[in-house]
Nanobody, 116 residues
Framework: QVQLVESGGGVVQPGGSLRLSCAAS????????MGWYRQVPGKQRELVAT???????IYADSVKGRFSCSRDNAKNTIYLQMNSLKPEDTAVYYC??????????WGQGTQVTVSS
């Protein structure tokens, strides 16, 4: 059983910063990728940032230069540092763990609201 627990969401003013964390626990073996996605009501879930099994970083164009994704392999934890936040960044942010060839796992989501 694999569990993902996210934290760090909240309400922030435009231009502000937040840091999200996602800790994975359970039977985690083999090559894996971890990343962040977000979703707003009525729209599809979209990729924000991911770290591939080879350690490559991939960002959505909309967050490049503002968001930074990092991973602590020893703790099976992934982080998303979000700077210069905009109202359009408002969404529920989800953590995803992809164990290559095995399965995908999702966190419960954490709300990020950017509003003045």
């Amino acid at each position: 059983q694999v569990q993902l627990v996210e934290s760090g969401g909240g309400v922030v003013q435009p231009g502000g910063s937040l840091r999200l964390s996602c800790a994975a626990s359970g039977s985690i073996f083999g090559r894996r990728a971890m990343g962040w996605y977000r979703q707003v009501p009525g729209k599809q879930r979209e990729l924000v940032a991911t770290i591939t099994s080879d350690g490559a970083l991939i960002y959505a164009d909309s967050v490049k230069g503002r968001f930074s994704c990092s991973r602590d392999n020893a703790k099976n934890t992934i982080y998303l540092q979000m700077n210069s936040l905009k109202p359009e960044d408002t969404a529920v942010y989800y953590c995803k763990l992809n164990i290559i060839g095995i399965n995908d796992y999702w966190g419960q989501g954490t709300q990020v609201t950017v509003s003045s």
